[in-house]
């Protein structure tokens, strides 16, 4: 069990993209994606539209301090 952190403001979560996830807050791109395992936490400022693609997976899934559509 991990937690990720999304950091790729607004773009796609699938399967696949490294690029958007990190291990901690506000941190580079490059973690793994989440799997059904992992705890998911979208809470970096602004305004942002992330589109899913595919099948994800988290186990807890936590949105703050911003605004997402999905």
């Known amino acids: 069990m991990a937690d990720r952190y999304w950091v790729g403001g607004?773009?796609?979560w699938d399967s696949s993209t490294t690029s958007v996830w990190s291990a901690s807050s506000g941190g580079s791109g490059g973690?793994?994606?989440p799997t059904?395992?992992?705890n998911v936490f979208f809470?970096?400022?602004g305004t942002?539209?992330?589109t899913?693609?595919?099948t994800i997976?988290?186990?807890n899934f936590t949105a703050s301090?911003?605004?997402y559509t999905f």
């Open 57 to 59: 997976y988290c186990a």
């Open 65 to 67: 301090a911003t605004t």
């Open 31 to 33: 973690a793994s994606v």
């Open 36 to 38: 059904s395992s992992d």
């Open 48 to 50: 942002y539209t992330v």
């Open 43 to 45: 809470d970096q400022a």
């Open 10 to 12: 607004t773009a796609t």
């Open 52 to 54: 899913f693609s595919g």
